[in-house]
């Protein structure tokens, strides 16, 4: 990745995985990776109830969320729909960075761009639904003074806004995988996902009354672009568990790209709302990133 070649620039790569496989980690590390190559980068939050990620990007104050932007959650009387009652686009999804209000974003000391899709916890009992943040993060497109960042999506812990369509947006979709069989069948639920949606599987929409909604959201899975499902090993103690972690997902069609060690420093500045420390995980992000530019370019 040398010169003005950016063959990531534009790439919207969603990160996943259980709950404590330490997604947040690897999306904040990414991040801050994809600057040190000059990439324009955005980190979207659309975890709807992890807090602190702003603070492991060494940013004091959180930005407001989008879904204050976007007009608030339909449940509690505002305009955005959960994408599984509603599939409609978000209106307005395309934002200029340059043009968004200073208070709903905020630049980490790398020039990361920090946006909080919204936090279930600010709305109160009755609106325990979080579909309308799955919507920001499938619909959000950002580009920046004419340019289009990378925008690495870190996402609910767990399977379900995957399973509420959120990949159809995205370009590929990053499983964080700590040694943990949980982790592992992760990834190949996800990698099952794909494939059948490849092989012509269609959602689930015997709910949705309008044909109209129908044929928009059988349209949305068709036509998405997700390119593949990439594991990204972390919090690994020894080889042994990184060879066991391979051969796993290995044996079930899912490609890995790197691994990253436990490292103590990460817990202390998680638990601390501190940094994530300089050079943590660089060597194996630069891995990574190599891994995710190779199997994003088209062999000649």
């Given at each position: 990745?040398?010169?003005?070649?950016?063959?990531?620039?534009?790439?919207?790569?969603?990160?996943?995985?259980?709950?404590?496989?330490?997604?947040?980690?690897?999306?904040?590390?990414?991040?801050?990776t994809l600057r040190k190559h000059g990439y324009e980068v955005c980190l979207l939050d659309a975890d709807?109830?992890?807090?602190?990620?702003?603070?492991?990007?060494?940013?004091?104050?959180?930005?407001?969320?989008l879904l204050d932007y976007f007009g608030g959650m339909v449940f509690s009387g505002g305009s955005v729909?959960?994408?599984?009652?509603?599939?409609?686009?978000?209106?307005?999804?395309?934002?200029?960075?340059?043009?968004?209000?200073?208070?709903?974003?905020?630049?980490?000391?790398?020039?990361?761009?920090?946006?909080?899709?919204?936090?279930?916890?600010?709305?109160g009992p009755g609106a325990g639904c979080d579909g309308p943040i799955a919507k920001i993060a499938r619909d959000l497109r950002v580009e920046k003074g004419g340019l289009?960042?990378?925008?690495v999506l870190d996402l609910k812990a767990g399977f379900e806004d995957t399973a509420r369509g959120v990949f159809t947006g995205l370009d590929w979709l990053l499983v964080v995988v700590d040694p943990s069989t949980a982790a592992m069948q992760m990834a190949v639920h996800l990698q099952n996902l794909l494939d059948k949606v490849r092989e012509g599987a269609?959602?689930?929409?015997?709910?949705?009354?309008?044909?109209?909604?129908?044929?928009?959201?059988?349209t949305l899975y068709r036509t998405s672009r997700v390119r593949g499902v990439l594991g990204v090993f972390n919090r690994v103690r020894e080889s042994e568990e990184e060879t066991l972690l391979a051969d796993g997902?290995?044996?079930?069609?899912?490609?890995?790209?790197?691994?990253?060690?436990?490292?103590?420093?990460?817990?202390?500045?998680?638990?601390?709302?501190?940094?994530?420390?300089?050079?943590?995980?660089?060597?194996e992000l630069e891995l990574v990133l190599d891994a995710l530019v190779r199997a994003s370019v088209p062999v000649a």
């Open positions: 990745m040398t010169g003005s070649h950016r063959p990531l620039e534009g790439m919207r790569l969603g990160v996943l995985g259980k709950g404590g496989s330490g997604k947040s980690t690897v999306a904040v590390l990414l991040c801050q709807s109830t992890n807090v602190g990620t702003h603070l492991a990007l060494g940013i004091a104050q959180a930005p407001r969320s729909t959960c994408p599984v009652d509603d599939p409609t686009p978000l209106d307005n999804a395309a934002i200029d960075l340059d043009k968004l209000p200073a208070e709903y974003m905020s630049l980490s000391p790398s020039g990361v761009v920090l946006l909080i899709a919204g936090k279930i916890g600010e709305f289009h960042p990378v925008t269609r959602p689930a929409t015997a709910h949705l009354e309008n044909p109209d909604l129908v044929a928009l959201v059988n997902l290995d044996s079930q069609g899912v490609q890995h790209m790197g691994c990253l060690e436990e490292d103590s420093r990460v817990r202390k500045a998680w638990l601390h709302g501190q940094p994530l420390p300089d050079g943590v995980g660089q060597a």
